[in-house]
């Protein structure tokens, strides 16, 4: 019988897959397994619609799955941010359904570089209270990309139940985790193989987000210095504050969380100096959470806990 309190997420990131099994525990969740293996291929724009690779792919997926539960039918996939294309922006209080929808669809005529039709669309609308405005945002992801992974996971034993974004999977988590610390503006800052985003936040709800450069002064985001990074971070801080103190509300950055394996050990020390008025502190995401895991399971969320934060965010 399929027991369907439990859940997996499979998060695709860079020349990795990671997974989550979590299942309900007494109203609460409870981790059970956690794997991540390697794939000879990053999941980017250059594997679509490469259609030898998707066996490999997905007998890759299977053989992790060997030592989960036999239970599970469905996996909620999460893909990178830079897979999609995202735009954030305010939009007046007391907005209907209808017309946000037709100002996405204006936004959309903007920004896509292909035909509307070759583009699988949502969007969220966070209302946000003692704010001027509300915000939406919306992601375009290429119809290609959801149609390789489905084919991806019609090879696997498990089916594919829904396809997010490690940004909103992310933000997710630090609600379930830092829910009692996020009155007023907060920022995550994540780091993974692609790039380094960073997503702001009015008491918890999810506001706007960016990504720093891939590239500056022709040295790559994993070449950077660590001054390189927190000048970087402090610039976008900078930027989504402004758009935030105009559009929304005045409020002053509390607190900073640093999501994701760091480049650099002396980076919150550097990010210190440059916001000294803010908190900032590494996240930890298996915080709080309630586990009952193997061996293995347990080593990799000791040693490499950080890298699973989007995953996690898929199961909660």
């Given amino acids: ?134 915000v939406v945002v919306f992601a375009a992801v290429r119809t290609a990309i959801v149609k390789y992974l489905r084919e991806i996971f019609q090879k696997t034993k498990v089916s594919l139940e829904t396809i997010d974004l490690d940004l909103f999977a992310s933000a997710r988590i630090l609600n379930n985790v830092y829910s009692d610390e996020l009155a007023g503006a907060s920022a995550l800052v994540d780091f993974n193989q692609s790039g380094i985003g960073v997503t702001y936040f009015l008491n918890g709800v999810y506001t706007l987000s960016a990504d720093l450069p891939t590239v500056v002064d022709d040295k790559r985001f994993d070449a950077w210095t660590t001054d390189m990074v927190s000048s970087q971070i402090d610039k976008v801080l900078q930027h989504l504050t402004e758009n935030v103190e105009e559009n929304f509300c005045v409020a002053d950055l509390q607190r900073i969380y640093l999501a994701g394996p760091l480049p650099h050990s002396s980076l919150v020390d550097e990010l210190t100096k440059a916001r000294p008025a803010a908190d900032i502190k590494i996240m930890e995401p298996f915080e709080n959470i309630h586990k009952q895991l193997n061996i293995e399971s347990q080593m990799l969320i000791d040693e490499q806990g950080e890298e699973f934060i989007a995953c996690l965010g898929m199961v909660v």
Avoid at 2 to 13: G, H, P, R, T
Wanted: negative net charge; contains cysteine; hydrophobic residues 40%.
């Fill in 1 to 134: 019988m399929i027991n369907e309190s439990n859940k997996l997420a499979i998060c695709f990131s860079g020349d990795m897959i990671r997974f989550i099994e979590a299942e309900d525990w007494h109203g609460t969740m409870n981790v059970t397994n956690v794997a991540r293996t390697p794939v000879p291929k990053k999941f980017d724009f250059s594997i679509i619609g490469d259609h030898d690779y998707v066996p490999q792919i997905a007998g890759l997926i299977d053989a992790t799955l060997e030592n989960f539960s036999t239970s599970l039918a469905s996996a909620r996939v999460c893909i990178d941010r830079r897979l999609a294309l995202r735009k954030n922006f305010a939009v007046d209080k007391g907005l209907t359904d209808d017309e946000i929808r037709r100002h996405i669809e204006w936004e959309l005529e903007q920004v896509l570089i292909a035909p509307r039709d070759e583009y699988n669309v949502d969007y969220l609308f966070n209302e946000l209270y003692n704010s001027k405005k509300d």
